[in-house]
């Protein structure tokens, strides 16, 4: 069952709880990566307060009890009793499935990928939504069998690295950049809730994405034909989603990296759309990053720009909608540098270096061309229920709106991931077709010489870029 899926069935069921086994979106199998994980009952990642009680409680266990009871036949579906305890098994896809049609208008996206004219993929990497792919795109939308790739889940994803970015999922970027390459093409990762959006020949940053969404949800999601209540991004992701919160006056909420940040404002209904740089996207119809809704809500709008369209007119494209949303509210370049599996100590060393720098730093300082605004270590305060977050990123924020951020982050079990994050923001249309990263290199050189990177951990170069 997918991450987002077991949110669906917390809520659904009122269940107290979930437990997720996962690799995320790491290298899984006997050999690599493998994680727990405990989701509350609104279907979020358990807050701190939760997860620091049960941290409190494995102090002080002195024994460990086991259920005596025989094996569950997990084929069958139901419920299967054993005293005053029960088990039952359900379909990972039906109750997800069941939401994902309350929340979109599958007609109207069937209308499209029915289309002779128009060319649908999506790899699923050989993770969990390989489970979802058929019954969703195929059985109920309509796509051709064939458009379905990896749709197989491994445990050890086929020996693969099921993250969708440009580096992992290059047999999916090597297609849709190819010759006579799909119109529209997505990817989603080990547990089903992260997503990458490609058009022909075109890259969808993931910072791009969730505001483009917001955009278009009202039009094109029936979901949100009311207009979402707020909008709400992680720290290091781009600004673009704070300018649609601008133009169509709706709150916005700047959080730390991780879901449950979302979540306090979900469940206080300021909040109905976000997302996370790191191809995290979702909205509040559960409380859990969602790699398919993403895909759909994409697929909704594409759909929704077409649907006057007749046979042998020139359809809408993806390029189309990202270059049109450019054009009403400028592009935000946004660029980030992994530097994987680095030794602890020197990733940890850069870091008390970049907080000394900035704690001399002030308003005015020169960087080259770039005026320092501020820099900071992020601290974030819950408006909920006024819990405090510190060291949550480092910030370089200039007077042009630009920014450079360090975070040391990483869900996998091998060193430390430095991340470098670069953003720039740009109004002029004419300069919008420019390579990010050709319209980021002097950020990228200032970053790279700010912080030390190469000399604190020896890199030459970052693992992936996106």
């Known amino acids: 069952m997918s991450t987002p899926a077991v949110s669906a069935v917390i809520r659904k069921k009122k269940a107290n709880g979930g437990f997720i086994m996962s690799a995320s979106h790491n290298p899984g199998g006997p050999e690599y990566d493998w994680g727990i994980k405990f989701n509350y009952n609104s279907g979020q990642p358990a807050p701190e307060s939760i997860t620091d009680k049960i941290y409190g409680n494995t102090l002080s266990i002195s024994e460990i009890r086991k259920a005596d009871i025989p094996d569950v036949d997990l084929s069958c579906l139901g419920v299967t009793n054993y005293g005053n305890f029960s088990v039952e098994v359900v ?22 990928l029915s289309r002779s004219d128009f060319r649908f993929t999506f790899d ?16 109920k939308l309509g796509a051709n069998p064939d458009s379905i790739a990896n749709g197989v889940p491994l445990e050890d994803f086929g020996h693969g690295h099921p993250d969708p970015n440009l580096t992992y999922a290059k047999d999916l970027v090597n297609t849709m950049f190819g010759e006579n390459g799909p119109d529209f ?16 020949g075109f890259f969808v940053t ?21 207009g979402p209540k707020g909008l709400a991004r992680s720290m290091p992701t781009s600004g673009a989603l704070d300018r649609v919160a601008e133009k169509l006056n709706l709150p916005f909420f700047e959080v730390p990296t991780g879901w449950k940040f979302f979540g306090n404002l979900m469940d206080a209904g300021k909040l ?48 189309d909608v990202v270059k049109d949303h450019w054009a009403t509210y400028g592009r935000n370049f946004f660029s980030r540098y992994d530097y994987e599996e680095c030794e ?36 974030y305060t819950d408006p909920v229920d006024g819990s405090v977050v510190s060291k949550q990123g480092i910030r370089f924020v200039f007077t042009d709106g630009s920014r450079i951020i360090f975070r040391l982050s990483g869900t996998g079990s091998a060193g ?51």
């Open 91 to 112: 379909d990972p896809v039906t109750d997800y499935l069941d939401l994902m049609e309350q929340v979109f208008d599958f007609e109207l996206i069937k209308s499209l």
């Open 124 to 139: 699923s990497m050989h993770a969990v939504t390989g489970a979802y792919a058929k019954p969703i795109f195929v059985d």
């Open 185 to 200: 093409g997505a990817a989603s990762d080990g547990d089903g809730d992260r997503n990458m959006i490609l058009g022909k």
């Open 206 to 226: 993931p910072s791009d994405s969730v505001a483009i969404i917001a955009a278009n949800a009202q039009d094109a999601i029936p979901y949100f034909l009311a």
């Open 272 to 319: 109905s759309i976000c997302g996370e740089e790191s191809f995290g996207t979702g909205s509040d119809h559960i409380r859990e990053k969602d790699g398919i809704w993403a895909v759909l809500a994409w697929l909704s709008i594409i759909a929704y720009r077409n649907k006057d369209k007749k046979p042998g007119e020139r359809l809408v494209s993806v390029s």
């Open 344 to 379: 602890s100590e020197g990733a940890n060393k850069m870091v008390e270096y970049l907080r000394d720098v900035i704690s001399k730093s002030k308003t005015g300082d020169k960087y080259g061309s770039y005026v320092l605004q501020f820099a900071d270590d992020f601290t």
């Open 416 to 466: 430390a991931t430095v991340r470098v994050y670069i953003e720039q923001f740009e109004p002029v249309a004419s300069k919008h077709d420019m390579d990010a990263q050709t319209a980021l290199k002097p950020l990228i050189d200032l970053a790279l010489s700010l912080s030390k990177l190469k000399d604190f951990t020896g890199r030459e170069k970052p693992t992936v870029i996106t």
